[in-house]
Each structure stands twice: as C-alpha cells, then as structure tokens.
C-alpha cells in the first residue's frame, strides 16, 4: 500500500487525482459521502504536528466565520490530523472550487480591466481573512514560523540567507545585502504601530482559486504570525513585469483599504521583502541548474535597485 491509499483509507476516501507535488504532495480524494475533498500528504521535515494543527484550526475558525478558504475534514476516528506508518503526517481540506488566479512567470490573461478587478476583490478577501483572524482568540499552543522582522531579515531569514546565495555576482551579492539593510530599518519603524498576527504568508497566483466573480484562498501551509502587509506584498512579487503593474498595486490596495487602512506606503517594501526570501526558498529547495534561481535572482536584483533609489 502507497503513503496516498494509506492517507485516503484513514478518511474512507477514494482517490481521484494528484494535483501537485511541491512542498507537500495533494491529491483530489472523495469522501465516503461522495464530496470532494484535498488531501496533503505534509513534506517531512517542515512543519510540525503542533504547527500544523495550528494552520488547521485556524482554516477551520477562518472558515466558520465565512470567509472563502477550506476548512479541514476529521479521518474516520475524528482527528484532522494523522501520522502514516512511514512518519509522514496527512490532513484533509474540504474542496474549494475555481481555477488558479494564473500561473508563476506566465502574464496573467484577460484585459487591465479585468487584472484590476481581480485584484481589487484579492484585496478585499486578504482583508476579511485579517479582520476575521483579530476577532479570534489563539489558543494558547498555537504555533506557526514567524515571519516577523528576524524571520525577513535576521541572520537566519526563515527561508535562508538569501544574500549568499551561490549563484550572485559579488555586486548582485552586496545590493541585496544594502536591500536587507533597508528592508529592516523599514521594518523596525513600520512595526511601531503595526500589529503582528497570522497572515497567510503564500498568497502567490496558484493559491487564489477564481469561480466567476468568487474568489477563495487555499494552501496555507507557509502561514506564519507576521505583518499583515506581507500578504499584499507576496501577490504584487509575481506581478512586478506586468505591464499595468502600477494599476493592479492600487488596486489590490484600494480592495484591502475598504475593510482595513494600515501603511500602504509599505507596500513595495513587503513586495521587497517576498522577492528577497524567495532567492533564498531556491537556494534551500532546489538543484543548481535549476532555471527558476536565475528568474528569482534577477527579479530580485531589479526590485531591489528600484527601492535603494527610491530611498534616496
């Protein structure tokens, strides 16, 4: 018996299909009702069982209070977590439909008009989920990483040490460092009147999911306690080379403003802050040939350049 029958046979569920094999390996799965469920086979190593049981109690508070993210399923003996005879944990998230909001490194389709309202309805979901998250009360052992101040830009970024990352040119190297320097002194003085809290902390165009007009939000396995603008920042890295990129930041901004205000002026800087941790997630995850280190490096050293200019 595989991991993905030993993990479906724990919720009476039958498999469908696989749909992605990255950080975590999720499968389409049916449940003995017949509804249609995910379910993740966790990535050994990353996430703990009580960092997990985190993420799944917070989806499921998320999603009681009805905002449009996936809520997780109890096996057949009612625990929303299992461990495998192998060691790797599984969980079950009830299914959101939809289509991904696009696809990394491919221009997103459809007219500016279209972009921009799609944006402007991300802003206003990221908004309810924060909204949502501070009417909550965490529990006292809910724990998640911190994507706080240390975890951007410490010594030992949560996503490794990006600006040693071997394939850098000693000048790339040096402007990324200079861009970690402002990235935390922004940081420490935005921190002064903003609140840190959970935030999704992987709100990339694969985890958006579009049906019609409805937006829902899946994946939360990188969600972390962090600035909220993090989330805004994480959906404008993927936008940096399109060409109403200027459109679309106002108006994933102008989205979260109708529910939230925070320091929108930040914005770029947590668009900074994703483009610089995502140098480093290649540099720990993926083989040195591997096409995506120079797209990341590049669109790091790019952004990177443009907010040390705008700094001066």
Request: with cysteine; hydrophobic share 45%.
């Given at each position: 018996m595989t991991e993905v029958e030993e993990a479906a046979a724990l919720w009476g569920a039958r498999i469908q299909a696989e749909l992605r094999n990255r950080e975590n390996a999720v499968y389409a799965i049916a449940l003995p009702d017949g509804a249609r469920a995910a379910l993740r086979l966790h990535r050994v190593g990353y996430q703990n069982p009580a960092a997990i049981r985190s993420e799944l109690w917070w989806c499921a508070e998320l999603a009681r209070s009805g905002v449009a993210v996936p809520a997780p399923v109890a096996s057949t003996n009612g625990d929303h977590l299992r461990r495998l005879h192998g060691g790797r944990l599984a969980s079950v998230m009830s299914w959101m439909e939809g289509a991904p909001f696009g696809e990394s490194l491919v221009p997103l389709t459809g007219t500016r008009t279209e972009q921009t309202a799609r944006h402007r309805a991300l802003g206003q979901l990221l908004a309810q989920v924060h909204d949502a998250t501070d009417r909550?009360?965490?529990?006292?052992?809910?724990?998640?990483?911190?994507?706080?101040?240390?975890?951007?830009?410490?010594?030992?970024?949560?996503?490794?040490?990006?600006?040693?990352?071997?394939?850098?040119?000693?000048?790339?190297?040096?402007?990324?460092?200079?861009?970690?320097?402002?990235?935390?002194?922004?940081?420490?003085?935005?921190?002064?009147?903003?609140?840190?809290?959970?935030?999704?902390?992987?709100?990339?165009?694969?985890?958006?999911?579009?049906?019609?007009?409805?937006?829902?939000?899946?994946?939360?396995?990188?969600?972390?306690?962090?600035?909220?603008?993090?989330?805004?920042?994480?959906?404008?890295?993927?936008?940096?080379?399109?060409?109403?990129?200027?459109?679309?930041?106002?108006?994933?901004?102008?989205?979260?403003?109708?529910?939230?205000?925070?320091?929108?002026?930040?914005?770029?800087?947590?668009?900074?802050?994703?483009?610089?941790?995502?140098?480093?997630?290649?540099?720990?995850?993926?083989?040195?040939?591997?096409?995506?280190?120079?797209?990341?490096?590049?669109?790091?050293?790019?952004?990177?350049?443009?907010q040390l200019s705008a700094a001066n």
């Amino acid at each position: 018996m595989t991991e993905v029958e030993e993990a479906a046979a724990l919720w009476g569920a039958r498999i469908q299909a696989e749909l992605r094999n990255r950080e975590n390996a999720v499968y389409a799965i049916a449940l003995p009702d017949g509804a249609r469920a995910a379910l993740r086979l966790h990535r050994v190593g990353y996430q703990n069982p009580a960092a997990i049981r985190s993420e799944l109690w917070w989806c499921a508070e998320l999603a009681r209070s009805g905002v449009a993210v996936p809520a997780p399923v109890a096996s057949t003996n009612g625990d929303h977590l299992r461990r495998l005879h192998g060691g790797r944990l599984a969980s079950v998230m009830s299914w959101m439909e939809g289509a991904p909001f696009g696809e990394s490194l491919v221009p997103l389709t459809g007219t500016r008009t279209e972009q921009t309202a799609r944006h402007r309805a991300l802003g206003q979901l990221l908004a309810q989920v924060h909204d949502a998250t501070d009417r909550l009360t965490l529990p006292p052992d809910f724990t998640r990483p911190r994507w706080d101040i240390d975890g951007l830009t410490g010594e030992n970024p949560l996503w490794g040490r990006f600006w040693e990352h071997p394939a850098l040119s000693a000048e790339d190297a040096a402007l990324l460092v200079r861009a970690r320097d402002l990235l935390h002194e922004r940081l420490t003085d935005h921190a002064r009147h903003s609140a840190l809290g959970p935030v999704h902390a992987d709100v990339l165009r694969e985890n958006i999911l579009v049906d019609g007009d409805h937006l829902s939000l899946i994946d939360f396995d990188d969600s972390g306690i962090g600035f909220r603008l993090y989330d805004l920042g994480t959906v404008l890295s993927q936008d940096l080379y399109e060409p109403h990129h200027p459109a679309l930041q106002q108006a994933l901004i102008e989205g979260y403003a109708s529910l939230r205000q925070d320091d929108f002026n930040m914005v770029p800087l947590f668009t900074l802050a994703r483009v610089l941790a995502s140098v480093g997630w290649a540099m720990t995850r993926l083989p040195p040939e591997h096409p995506v280190h120079r797209s990341h490096i590049a669109r790091a050293v790019m952004w990177a350049g443009r907010q040390l200019s705008a700094a001066n």
